[in-house]
């Protein structure tokens, strides 16, 4: 069964410093794994994606995230921190038929000026 | 760029009442999905569906259906609205399995 942890509630940066969102999953099979963003009362909007081909994805807004299978997980990274940024984001793991997206509980980035 | 289209951003029912929220999508996608989400509780799925005419139940279908009648437009009904139903509703669709979910811009129902 897949699950998707999300290490962090809240995280709150300073604009310019790095993010780091950290996520960790179980998966019987060989995963695909998504990162999603979502500002207040909006959808979610695709950050990025891994579906077995590199281990590092870039995706939009400068955000990047590496697979790290030993490890089980798919951080999420940005070199530096913008205003626009703080938001909710949420970890998703999709394996096989079923259920298809697993999210995770997600985490509110907050960006001190 | 794929479009997924809510009928509704914010919608209030009574008590009661049958709601319709209605998904339409318009890139040919196989699967779509209705959520709902709360605070504290993340998303969670009620229905999801692979075909035209096809439905499977998610974790939470207790006080809900779905209709697809066509491959672009996933329904979700309340039979009889109550006041925990109450939440952001989030339609999703996606190509296939394991492909990326594309989502709508939600429906705020609230239920007087």
């Known amino acids: 069964a897949q699950s998707v942890t999300q290490l962090d509630s809240h995280v709150s940066v300073s604009e310019g410093t790095p993010v780091l969102l950290r996520c960790n999953y179980s998966?019987?099979?060989?995963?695909?794994l998504f990162w999603y963003v979502q500002h207040p009362n909006k959808g979610l909007q695709l950050l990025l994606k891994?579906?077995?081909?590199?281990?590092l994805v870039k995706g939009i807004n400068g955000f990047e995230a590496e697979f790290k299978k030993s490890e089980t997980s798919f951080h999420l990274t940005k070199p530096s921190a913008h205003m626009s940024d703080a938001a909710e984001y949420f970890c998703?793991?999709?394996?096989?038929?079923?259920?298809?997206?697993?999210f995770g509980p997600g985490t509110r980035l907050s960006v001190l000026p | 760029d794929v479009k997924v289209t809510q009928s509704s951003r914010y919608l209030v029912k009574r008590t009661g009442e049958k709601v319709f929220l209605e998904c339409v999508q318009d890139?040919?996608?196989?699967?779509m999905f209705w959520y709902r989400q709360d605070p504290g509780l993340g998303l969670r799925l009620i229905y999801f569906?692979?075909?035209?005419?096809?439905?499977e139940k998610g974790d939470i279908p207790e006080g809900y259906s779905v209709s697809r009648e066509k491959k672009e437009r996933f329904s979700l009904i309340l039979e009889s609205a109550s006041t925990n139903q109450t939440s952001m509703y989030l339609c999703?669709?996606?190509?296939?399995?394991?492909?990326?979910?594309?989502f709508g811009q939600g429906t705020r129902l609230t239920v007087v």
């Open positions: 999703a669709s996606s190509l296939y399995q394991n492909t990326e979910a594309f």
């Open positions: 998966s019987s099979y060989s995963p695909s």
């Open positions: 891994y579906t077995s081909a590199a281990t």
């Open positions: 998703v793991v999709s394996e096989g038929y079923g259920q298809n997206f697993v």
């Open positions: 890139m040919d996608h196989e699967n």
């Open positions: 569906s692979y075909d035209v005419k096809m439905k």
